[in-house]
């Protein structure tokens, strides 16, 4: 199975800051990632899609990026509507693995 | 709209079944993969399987042979059994549809094993 390891696993930040969620990929997995957000009590929500798109609805200071087998995830001027857990999802092969986690937290 | 709903017992004894029904509507079932995501407290997300929209099926094969995912395409309807279950699959179910550049999520369904 490919692991997603998934970095840092808790990121405390302030609001405005500029943060990155980081998931390295075991295997290759093309641009066959997805970055989903996960409020307390909620389902996931698709935020990028192909590593590098935006989902629709989602504001443009979410943006992705790859660099080879790291996948990550930014976070521009952080607002408080962001306070979350991202969890990176690979789609290239079965069965489909979620990276652990980031719990991203008000410092 | 899109609206996923999962429907299910809540409580499971060990080694029973556990039947879980998503119930869809603003889409066709033949149109789109629907796939079961699971959240333990132990693992954390786990991707389960889905039924694709022709109807064949890929599961993961950490779940073995206890897992089968079917559909009633009149009834909008995709179902989740597993069997043989463990306190160690309590935890939230959750069905989504997984669309080319989409995802909709049910609210998933609470499942605790316990006797």
């Known amino acids: 199975d490919i692991q997603m390891t998934q970095s840092p696993s808790s990121l405390p930040a302030s609001l405005g800051d500029r943060v990155t969620i980081t998931c390295r990929a075991s295997q290759d997995i093309g641009n066959y990632l997805r970055w989903f957000q996960q409020k307390p009590g909620k389902s996931p929500r698709l935020m990028i899609y192909g590593a590098t798109n935006l989902a629709a609805g989602v504001p443009s200071r979410f943006s992705g990026s790859r660099s080879g087998s790291d996948y990550s995830l930014t976070i521009n001027s952080l607002e408080s509507e962001d306070m979350a857990i991202y969890y990176c999802l690979q789609h290239n092969e079965y069965p489909l693995t979620f990276g652990s986690g980031t719990k991203l937290e008000i410092k | 709209q899109v609206q996923l709903k999962e429907t299910g017992p809540g409580l499971v004894q060990p080694t029973q079944t556990l039947s879980i029904t998503c119930t869809v509507s603003g889409f066709s079932l033949t149109s789109y993969y629907m796939q079961w995501v699971r959240q333990t407290p132990g693992k954390g997300l786990e991707w389960m399987g889905f039924?694709?929209?022709?109807?064949?099926?890929e599961y993961n094969s950490e779940f073995k042979s206890r897992l089968s995912i079917s559909r009633d395409t009149s009834k909008n309807q995709v179902f989740l059994k597993m069997n043989s279950l463990k306190t160690e699959d309590t935890g939230v179910y959750y069905c989504a549809r997984e669309g080319r550049s989409d995802s909709y999520w049910g609210q998933g369904v609470m499942v605790t094993v316990s006797s």
């Open positions: 039924i694709r929209s022709g109807g064949s099926t």
